[in-house]
């Protein structure tokens, strides 16, 4: 059985960070693109950031891009997600998903179209 943990969401005033957690347990990232939604009030999940299995490739969405840096460690079974220069409107529970399919494959699909997902972890930003 896939489990999937994110962690490191809290309360945070804007232009914080934060820096959010991935652990899979139950199967082996390695050969995996991982992304990561969020679903803020009120509005439709979003893919906020993807990144390849061997990490070489990234995505994220424009209104991340520059402030958000998705990383992972295979050796952990974890992908990370920094998010810097947060603003409110970063205010969300953020979800992390994973696939067998290519990155490229991967930013295509909602979250339960992945192979497997987590519960997600609130994150709120303070003006």
């Known amino acids: 059985q896939v489990r999937v943990a994110e962690s490191g969401g809290g309360l945070v005033q804007a232009g914080g960070s934060l820096a959010l957690s991935c652990e899979v347990s139950?199967?082996?990232?390695?050969?995996?693109?991982m992304t990561w939604f969020r679903q803020r009030p009120g509005q439709d999940r979003e893919l906020v950031a993807a990144i390849s299995w061997a990490g070489d490739g990234t995505y994220y969405a424009t209104s991340v891009k520059g402030r958000f840096t998705v990383s992972r460690d295979n050796a952990k079974n974890t992908v990370y997600l920094q998010m810097n220069s947060l603003k409110p409107e970063d205010t969300a529970v953020y979800y992390c998903?994973?696939?067998?399919?290519?990155?490229?494959?991967?930013?295509?699909?909602?979250?339960?179209?992945?192979?497997?997902w987590g519960q997600g972890t609130q994150v709120t930003v303070s003006s």
């Open positions: 139950g199967r082996t990232i390695n050969s995996d693109a």
């Open positions: 998903a994973g696939t067998r399919k290519t990155i490229v494959q991967a930013v295509r699909l909602d979250l339960d179209e992945n192979d497997y």
